[in-house]
């Protein structure tokens, strides 16, 4: 079954724009689904970075996290969309939800979704699309 951007697509297209506008202090931006549905709705935004970010998944939900990080090499922002998928959700759910990445990245304009073809940590190789400076962003969460 597709997932549905389109019922909150304003409320999901406007915390994405907070994300990516470097004069707004949202730094990143949760989406989940609508109860069983494949509605997909903005969960939560916040300007506390990584660490108030992860503080807000949770074990029970499939979970698309998009934010903004800063490469301390650079000062340049990173953009960086976490597929999570809770431990208590069905794998029955984890199946259908694991195809909707693809539309998620589309929707979220992210160039280069890594699929878990990477070999980092937590199946993303920061360092492919961070350089060393992926260490420090997942040494973060």
């Known amino acids: 079954m597709a997932v549905n951007l389109s019922k909150n697509g304003p409320a999901l297209m406007a915390a994405y724009k907070e994300v990516v506008d470097s004069k707004m202090d949202t730094n990143w931006a949760l989406f989940t689904y609508e109860g069983n549905h494949n509605d997909i709705r903005l969960a939560d935004k916040g300007n506390g970075g990584l660490q108030e970010m992860v503080e807000e998944l949770n074990s029970g939900k499939v979970m698309y996290a998009f ?16 597929n999570w998928t809770g431990e208590g959700v069905k794998d029955s759910r984890k199946g259908m939800c694991a195809n909707h990445l693809s539309t998620i990245a589309n929707f979220l304009k992210v160039r280069s979704p890594c699929y878990g073809e990477c070999s980092g940590r937590r199946g993303c190789g920061a360092r492919r699309h961070f350089g060393e400076s992926g260490q420090s962003f997942w040494s973060q969460l």
């Open 67 to 82: 934010c903004r990080v800063q490469d301390p090499n650079s000062g340049l922002p990173k953009f960086v969309l976490v």
